[in-house]
Structures are given as C-alpha cells and as structure tokens.
C-alpha cells in the first residue's frame, strides 16, 4: 500500500535535481510519473535510471514555453487516463543582473520559466482537476519567494509572484477537494544552480560560487544548503491524502532561514 | 518500517484530540510515546483505548502532571527519558485559553494563565528537551501555535499573545540548535473541534459577541476549504517533522489551516 496508489502526477523539469527526487518518492509510493525536459537524451536516462517500466514516461519540452507546459499536462493525461498531482518545479535564472544592468531578455525568460510556466501548467490542471473535484498542484517556489537578494531581481520577483498566484487559486478551489501550496526551498545545489551560480555570483557581487553556497547556507539555521530528498518529502507529503485540508500554504524547506 | 522507528517521544497533554492523534500517528510509525494530562482516570483511559487499536501497551506511557508548573514540565519530559532511556521528539501540544475578553476588559489573571498554559509551558519543556538533546546532537521540537499565532482575532488576545510568542519562541531556539541536529518547528492549525474547544470555545464566542456554532463558521468561512480542520491534519505534519525527511526543516511556522492564514 503506498500513499499514492492509482495517482498520476506529471513534473515540470523532472529529469534530474529536485524534480527528479521527487518522481522517485512518487513512484515509490505506487505513483505514475510524466516527468518534463528540454534534452530527450537526459529523458531517457532519466527513465531508465529509475527503472519504473510502465509508471513513468518523459515529455519533451521547454517549461518556458506555454505549448510545452500545457502539452505535459496533455500527455499525462493521455497517456495514464487523468492527472491528480501537478508539479510546477522548473525555473531558475540564466544571465542574472542586478536591476539597473538587467536585460529584457533575461526578464522576459525568467517571468515565462518561473511565473507564466507556472500559470499555463497551473490553469490546464485545474481545467481538468476541477470537473473531478480532486487534485494537488504544488508549486516549486524558493525563499526568495519571500525574501530578496541583490543580483536576482526577477527570480526574486517571479517567486513572489507565484506565491501570490497560489495562494488565490488556493482559495477559488478549496471547496472542490482540490489543494493549490507552494514548497520554498533554501538554496540547493541541483544542476541548474551549479550550472548559472558561478554566474549569479558575479551579478550578486560575490566572489564566486563557494560564496554562494556560503552565503545561503550562512543565512540559515542549519548552516548548511538544503537537499533535494527533503524537498521531495514535502511534495510527497503535500500530494498524499495525509495534507487534504492543507492549502494555500508556503511550505518553508530552507533550514531556518525564512522570518515567516 | 516507520518513518520513526525506535525513536522516542514526548506529547505535552496527549489523552485527547490532537496530542492523542499525534501519538498514535507516532505510534503507528514506530516510535515509543509518552503521553501526559492532569487526570489519571484520563490517562488510563487513553493509555486502554489506544492499547485497544493493537499497539503494544509497552511503547506508551502516561506521565500524569501539570503543565502549568515548571515541575509539571521538568517530570513530564525528563520522566519520558528515564522510562524509554532517551528523547528524540518533545511535541508541546498542551495549552488553551480560559476567561477570554476585549483586552480593554481583560483580567490579569486571565493573561497570565494564558500565558503560563501555552507559552511558560512551552518554555519550559522546551529548556528540558534541549537538555537531553544537545548532547545526543539529535532531536525534534515541535510546538502548538495555531493561525491565531500568525494573525489575531478580536476578544481573544490572550491567546493570540501567546501563541505568536510560542513562534519567536520557536525561531530563536532554531537558530541556536541548528548545527547540532536539532529541528524547532511549530504548527499552526486552524480551529479544530477537540475536547478543549468544545470547552473553551463556548464561552470564547461570548466574548466575541457569537454563538459557539458563529465562532465555528467564523474560522470555517475564513478558510478556502470552508471547513474545519481535523485532528489528523496535524498529525501527520507532525510525523513529517518528526521523521528524518523533516531534517531540513526548522525554524518553521507551518500552516495547516485550510488556506486561511496570509503566509
């Protein structure tokens, strides 16, 4: 008996990093999993490194993209029948700069990636979820959903703004056995942030990426950046019948770092 | 396998509604928990209604006691420890509210028995647990706030106050505790119907200008689920907490309110 026997989820950047940690818990717990990704070859790996044969499957597509999103969600629902727990997870940063050397390029990606990815996935699930009357959407937001640093005006924007979205859809579905919550987690080291943290670094001010990794895991309690497992136990948690009556929640996973 | 095999707990209060619910949830996951209330009878009953639903009567313990005492505290969470021979999760469940009013009308006695039931009593078994755990370098907190601990509601400030002190509370003690493997998180539920609501929530509604039943709605309509919420609810965010998965977790104010608290 696993917690989410018979449940479908689909996962917005799920091959690898926290997306990933969080399709094994699923699978574990009886789930089936569509897991999302630009790189079909990571896609592939990444199925065959589960090793879930029937109850996982990879869709192809940039979660920036509204064609990508919403065609996840298609998928899911194509291929296992209906689509229950919806994970908005991808996002993050790519040429990062402090406001006023802030390109509208870079603006423009990081408001589609965090924020319309998250409105697209958000609003084709619940155009299937509410006619059922059930489902979970849970959101990857970041502490800096609640904070802000120098150097990541638009990440710390868009997170803002997703916990804004989720809690009002949070509240227009409540009555319909549907739960809407956020997860924000302190800084990890998953692939995205290894790859563009050097970078942000720089546009943080800081000397490199040590003194990233060090100046979030400073910041907490624990001392110490977060992990993917403990990111994913949430999720699991969140998408399990044990949270039925959590909704509109910030689920803080960052050590201690967040004042509220 | 549960999620807190051979670990140990200890429930402030624990015979009825939410501690109760906690316990068996820990129970059910492995651990050995010691329960505590003012009244033996109590006690006994518990201690045979949970027996009843197949639990070995040898993980769990009731600790009569006071937690309205520093002794009633020290007893209750040191007594775990000397029975089980170790604490790992020191849940402060107990507390409530009594002689509620307008704080233009509030009695000192009032606020301070708030204060001492919810707040002192945290406190205090709060201090004892730290002892037991900063040396093993390992455990969990976990501390009874509520949405009252995050917003306020008019003719109940007694509780409110000290609740959102049971959270500054709980993040200071995070932070000092970090680094040693200590977790210090509190839960903040919506109202939910146990024993001490249903006690408490009477006369709570009188000073509010409510029926029991208007007060009930109140914290219903103010939620996106338009219901209460139920012991279980934190329950199982307490087991989340408790486990190892709840490692990167603290200093956290956790909501389980059905969507009504702001953040």
Redesign the interface.
């Known amino acids: 008996m696993g917690k989410l026997d018979g449940k479908v989820a689909c996962i917005t950047g799920g091959t690898r990093s926290i997306g990933r940690a969080m399709a094994e818990a699923f699978v574990a717990e009886g789930g089936k999993v569509v897991v999302n990704g630009r790189d079909a070859e990571k896609g592939a790996q990444c199925l065959a490194e589960m090793g879930a044969g029937d109850n996982a499957d990879f869709f192809a597509g940039d979660a920036s993209k509204q064609e990508a999103v919403e065609g996840l969600i298609d998928f899911t629902i194509e291929r296992y029948g209906q689509l229950d727990i919806c994970c908005l997870n991808s996002g993050g940063v790519q040429n990062t700069a402090p406001v006023a050397q802030m390109s509208d390029d870079e603006w423009q990606l990081e408001i589609d990636w965090n924020l319309n990815h998250v409105f697209w996935g958000m609003r084709r699930a619940l155009q299937h979820m509410i006619p059922r009357e059930s489902g979970r959407v849970i959101v990857t937001s970041s502490v800096e959903g609640?904070l802000g640093k120098p150097g990541i005006p638009g990440y710390a924007a868009t997170k803002h703004a997703v916990n804004g979205l989720v809690?009002a859809a949070?509240?227009e579905?409540?009555?319909l056995g549907i739960t809407v919550n956020a997860i924000l987690p302190?800084l990890i080291e998953t692939d995205i942030v290894r790859a563009t943290g050097p970078d942000s670094a720089v546009a943080m001010g800081l000397g490199g990426y040590d003194d990233l990794i060090d100046m979030f895991s400073q910041e907490?309690?624990?001392?110490r950046p977060?992990?993917v497992?403990?990111?994913a136990?949430?999720a699991l948690?969140l998408a399990s019948a044990?949270?039925?009556?959590?909704?509109?929640?910030?689920?803080?996973?960052?050590?201690?770092?967040?004042?509220? | 396998m549960g999620e807190l095999d051979g670990r140990v707990a200890c429930i402030t209060g624990g015979t009825r509604g939410i501690g109760r619910a906690t316990a068996e949830a820990f129970l059910r996951e492995g651990a050995k928990v010691a329960i505590n209330g003012r009244s033996a009878e109590k006690g006994e009953q518990a201690l045979a209604e949970i027996a009843a639903t197949g639990v070995d009567p040898a993980n769990v313990l009731f600790i009569p006691g006071d937690v309205k005492t520093r002794e009633g505290c020290e007893s209750i969470v040191n007594g775990t420890a000397e029975h089980f021979g170790r604490l790992d999760i020191l849940f402060a469940n107990a507390g409530g509210a009594s002689n509620h009013a307008p704080v233009v009308d509030l009695t000192d006695e009032a606020m301070q028995d708030s204060m001492v039931w919810n707040f002192w009593h945290t406190f205090w078994s709060m201090q004892t647990a730290l002892k037991h755990m900063i040396p093993q370098e390992s455990g969990r907190i976990i501390t009874m706030s509520s949405v009252e601990g995050?917003v306020g509601k008019p003719a109940i400030s007694i509780y409110v106050a000290a609740k959102h002190a049971i959270n500054g509370l709980t993040?200071s003690a995070?932070?000092e505790?970090?680094?040693l493997g200590i977790?210090v998180n509190s839960v903040c539920q919506g109202a939910i119907e146990t024993d001490i609501m249903a006690t408490e929530g009477p006369p709570a509604a009188e000073a509010m200008g409510l029926t029991y039943a208007q007060l009930l709605d109140v914290f219903a309509q103010e939620?996106?689920?338009?219901?209460l919420?139920?012991v279980?609810?934190v329950a199982?965010?307490c087991v989340?907490l408790a486990?190892d998965?709840?490692?990167?977790?603290?200093?956290?104010?956790?909501?389980?309110?059905?969507?009504?608290?702001?953040?």
């Open positions: 609640k809690k949070a509240q579905v409540g009555t302190g907490s309690a624990l001392k977060n992990k497992e403990e990111v136990a949430v948690f044990a949270a039925k009556n959590m909704t509109g929640c910030m689920f803080p996973v960052d050590g201690g770092t967040m004042p509220y | 995050k993040k995070a932070q505790v970090g680094t977790t939620s996106a689920i338009k219901q919420n139920d279980s609810d199982e965010v989340l486990s998965a709840g490692a990167g977790i603290t200093g956290s104010m956790i909501s389980i309110d059905g969507g009504s608290s702001p953040y």
